[in-house]
């Protein structure tokens, strides 16, 4: 029964709503810049809802701003099995990342309608809210909440670079999509599967077309602020300086020696650098810097991490620094069971699949802690994400949906 399933997932038709909602968003280098609870993805949740409502599914949303969108299984009352990522996008994001997981979902319930199969478990298709951490640090906010690993009231205060907060963006979200009805946040999950490009180069060179993620490779996440005193560029003596962005820089090399190895497995990143007054002629008085680390070795991502404060310290010179620690993940380990699971799908829809740490964190991070959660990955051209190039074959997106719909169909079953 269920190679049926896998035979009526649509190539075409999944690679077309990859390129609609490629359009909320659109920059002008072929990519797409979707904020989370913005406008944007406001409308990229309405065109999904379009389809999804044409098959009979019901959309909902919670506290956290997750969306929802629920086949309803022969036996409501069972714990639901939930699939789905994201729709919001880096401010320089690609067509897949995220938005993959969440209309692979919808093709895989697709295909079971059209397939005329029932599950006695609802499915649900969620695209978790704020899985970026662009737009509202940190990320991976909605899952978070989902499983009560971040209080909803510390979530709804976090505010934008704008001054926004994310209580101000849900509000926003409902005045875009004001039919869409509020659920409680959490509830009982039999299973979640999520299906995302691998976001690095494994899969391609190695050949294979599925791959079965073992885990989540650890992360870490601090806010250096270093604050310094503005002065005239022509004027002031330089043994007076309070230069915040060259106490930054020193700062930032620094911790770049530190967080190095010659096996390239630690992987060390400021991608935020924040100036004021941002001026050519004023000496900088502040700067706030993120950093993103990462280590599939919990141990050792403990020990580089804690390493922070100190080297930047040692930095400082006339300036204060302060080194905020804004969150910690430790590596993990997807369950056996779950994997095996996977891994025969991929055989049963005739495809290859390999083992493969995720590199890149995901939503599955926290659903981990709520229930049984399984990643299906599929190679995407060169190992370039979060980058507007990013790109990824209509087959082999096709393929993760086909291993994606016969995972949710066993997992729906029971
Ligand atoms: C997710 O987008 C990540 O940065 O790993
Ligand atoms: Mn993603
Ligand atoms: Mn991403």
Known sequence: MSAAIASRIDEA???????????????????????????????????????????????????????????????????????????????????????????????????????????????????????????????????????????LEEILGIRDAAGVSVAEGLAAMKQACPEVPERALGGPVKAYVEAHIEQGPILE???????????????????????????????????????????????????????????DVVKFTVGRFTVQPNAPSVVPSSVVFSIDLRHPDSAVLQSLGDRIPEICAAQAGPCEVKSEKLTTSMSLEFPPAMRQLIGACAERVGVRSMEILSAAGHDARYLHT?????????????????????????????????????????????
């Open 205 to 263: 060179r190695e050949g294979f077309t599925i791959g079965i993620v073992t885990g989540i490779q650890g992360k870490r996440t601090f806010r250096v602020t270093v604050t310094g005193e503005e002065a005239h560029a022509g004027t002031s003596l330089r043994r007076d300086r309070k230069d915040a962005l060259l106490a930054a820089t020193q700062m930032v090399q620094a911790l770049v020696a530190v967080m190095h190895d010659a096996e």
């Open 13 to 151: 038709r999944l690679w077309e709503r990859h390129m609609s909602i490629a359009r909320h968003g659109a920059t002008a280098a072929g990519g797409v810049n979707r904020q989370a609870l913005s406008p944007e993805e406001a409308s990229a949740r309405r065109e999904v809802t379009g389809w999804a409502s044409a098959l009979g599914l019901k959309a909902s949303t919670d506290a956290a701003g997750n969306f929802f969108l629920r086949l309803e299984g022969t036996d409501p009352s069972a714990a639901p099995v939930l699939t789905g990522s994201h729709l919001d996008s880096q401010p320089t994001g690609g067509k897949f990342d995220g938005v993959y997981g969440v209309l692979a979902g919808l093709e895989s319930v697709e295909a079971m309608i059209a397939a005329k199969v029932r599950p006695r478990r609802s499915i649900e298709i969620v695209a978790w809210m704020n899985e970026e951490g662009s737009r509202f640090v940190p990320g991976m906010m909605g899952s978070a909440a989902f499983a009560g690993a971040m209080p």
């Open 370 to 414: 709520v229930c049984p959660t399984g990643m299906i990955f599929v190679p995407c051209k060169d190992g370039i994400s979060h980058n507007e190039a990013e790109s990824a074959t209509a087959s082999d997106l096709a393929d993760g949906a086909r291993v994606l719909a016969e995972a949710l169909l066993e997992l729906s079953r029971d």
